[in-house]
C-alpha cells in the first residue's frame, strides 16, 4: 500500500483543461469575470446575498473585523482549540485576542466561557464552526451578541458544506468566512470567501480588499483599503473545484459514517459525534490515549496522519502560560487527525481502521 497522506487536495482534467483554455483566451490573470464567477457560484450554494473572494481565510476574518469597526485595542473572542489564523487574523489589525473554552461535545465556543471573556472592550466575536460542527448554543450565541451589540463574525475557513438545519454556516453572524487552502474541500491552492447579507457591509469589504477604491482601474481612494484580492488563475480553478462540491460533501459524509461505523468500540479511542445530516466533516477526527505512539504506528504501516492544534494562549506566540482553559488542553493532547482526503478508497478507509485496532491490541 502507498503512503496515505493526511490530506492531499484533488484535481483533474477538469482544472487542467479549464486553465488552458482560459491561457489561450489571453486573460490577465487578475482577478475578473472567472472570479466574479467563482462569487455567484459561493452564492448560489450558501444562499448569501453578497460575496468577496479574497487572497487566503487569514485576510478574509480581518477584512471582516476592518468591516464592523474592529480596530486598535478592541478586543475580540476566540476559542482557544482553533486554527491559529483566527486569533491572529484580529490581532493582525491591532486588536486583542482573548480566548475561551470550548465545549468538549462538538470541540466549538463554549457559550457559558464566551459570556465570561466579554468585557467593555469586547468588539467582537469570531465564532468557530471548527470542522463543520457548530455550538450547542449556537442560536443563543447569535442572540447574545445582538442583544450586547457584540459583532458576530464566523470562521467558517473549514465549513464549506456544512448547515445548521439548512442554513449554511457562515450565515448567523454578520459575516462569515471561508478558506481555499489546499487542505480544504475545494481548493484553490490559497484563497478566501467573505459572505453576508448586508448590503453596507459588502460594500465596505469591496473597498478593504481592493486599496480603498470603488472599482479596478480607478485612483481615487474612499476609505483606506488593502490589497487582499484574488487571481482569474485560481478563479478558473475554485469554479472547476465548486461544480465537483455537492458531490465531495456526500462523499465526505459516507466516508465519516464508514470511519465512525469502523472505530466504535476500540478502548483507547474516543470518537467526536457528527451530526452528518448538517455537517460535512472536513478531517476525520479521533480522540485517543497514546497518541504519540499510535501515530508512530500508523506511520510505519504508510498512514499518515496529524496531532489537534495546540491551545493557543499557552503557545510561544500568545505566551498566556498562567491561564488555563481545560477542554482545549485535554483535548488537543488527545486529538488526532486520519487521513481525510476526498478520493479515499472504502478499502483504504478499512485499512486504516484496522491498523488502529491492531495498535490498541498490541499496546491497549
Ligand atoms: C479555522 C480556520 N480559520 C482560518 C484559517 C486560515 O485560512 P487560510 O489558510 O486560507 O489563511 C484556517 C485554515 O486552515 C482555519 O482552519
Redesign the pocket.
Known amino acids: 500500500m502507498d503512503f496515505i497522506n493526511q490530506m492531499e487536495p484533488s484535481f483533474d482534467q477538469h482544472e487542467r483543461e479549464a486553465l488552458n483554455e482560459y491561457m489561450l483566451g489571453g486573460g490577465w490573470g487578475t482577478e475578473f469575470k472567472k472570479t466574479r464567477a467563482f462569487e455567484d457560484m459561493i452564492k448560489e450554494y450558501t444562499g448569501a446575498k453578497y460575496c468577496w473572494i479574497t487572497a487566503?481565510?487569514?485576510?478574509?476574518?480581518s477584512a471582516a473585523l476592518m468591516a464592523v469597526g474592529v480596530g486598535i485595542g478592541d478586543e475580540v473572542i476566540c476559542p482557544d482549540y482553533?486554527?491559529v489564523?483566527?486569533p491572529n487574523?484580529a490581532e493582525l489589525i491591532g486588536a486583542k485576542a482573548v480566548f475561551a473554552d470550548i465545549e468538549r461535545e462538538t470541540l466549538c465556543m463554549d457559550f457559558e466561557k464566551m459570556k465570561e471573556a466579554v468585557t467593555e472592550k469586547t468588539k467582537a466575536v469570531m465564532l468557530?464552526s471548527?470542522n463543520g460542527r457548530y455550538p450547542k448554543r449556537f442560536r443563543e450565541i447569535v442572540d447574545f451578541c445582538k442583544e450586547k451589540g457584540i459583532h458576530l463574525i464566523e470562521?467558517?475557513?473549514?465549513s464549506l458544506g456544512s448547515f445548521c438545519k439548512g442554513k449554511h454556516l457562515g450565515r448567523f453572524g454578520e459575516i462569515g468566512?471561508f478558506?481555499?487552502?489546499a487542505?480544504?474541500i475545494i481548493t484553490t491552492g490559497?484563497?478566501?470567501a467573505l459572505i453576508t447579507d448586508d448590503a453596507e457591509l459588502s460594500d465596505r469589504i469591496k473597498k478593504i480588499r481592493d486599496f480603498g477604491r470603488d472599482m479596478g482601474g480607478s485612483d481615487h481612494y474612499l476609505t483606506k483599503g488593502w490589497n487582499f484580492k484574488f487571481s482569474d488563475f485560481q478563479g478558473v480553478i475554485g469554479i472547476e473545484q465548486m461544480k465537483k462540491l455537492p458531490a465531495r460533501v456526500e462523499r465526505k459524509k459516507e466516508m465519516g459514517k464508514l470511519y465512525d461505523e469502523l472505530l466504535q468500540e476500540i478502548p483507547g479511542v474516543e470518537l467526536v459525534k457528527t451530526n452528518y445530516e448538517d455537517t460535512s466533516p472536513?478531517f476525520f477526527d479521533i480522540l485517543c490515549e497514546k497518541r504519540e505512539e499510535l501515530q508512530a504506528y500508523l506511520k510505519e504501516c504508510n498512514i499518515g496522519s496529524r496531532p489537534f492544534y495546540p491551545p493557543l494562549h499557552a503557545e510561544p506566540a500568545y505566551g498566556y502560560t498562567d491561564l488555563h482553559f481545560p477542554v482545549t488542553e485535554e483535548i488537543a493532547y488527545k486529538g488526532l487527525w486520519l487521513p481525510s482526503s476526498i478520493f479515499l478508497t472504502d478499502e483504504q478507509i478499512r485499512y486504516i481502521c484496522g491498523k488502529v485496532k491492531e495498535f490498541y491490541k498490541l499496546h491497549g
Open positions: 487566503n481565510g487569514t485576510v478574509s476574518l482553533t486554527m489564523a483566527t487574523s468557530v471548527i470562521d467558517a475557513a473549514q468566512s478558506s481555499f487552502s487542505p480544504k490559497q484563497g478566501g472536513w
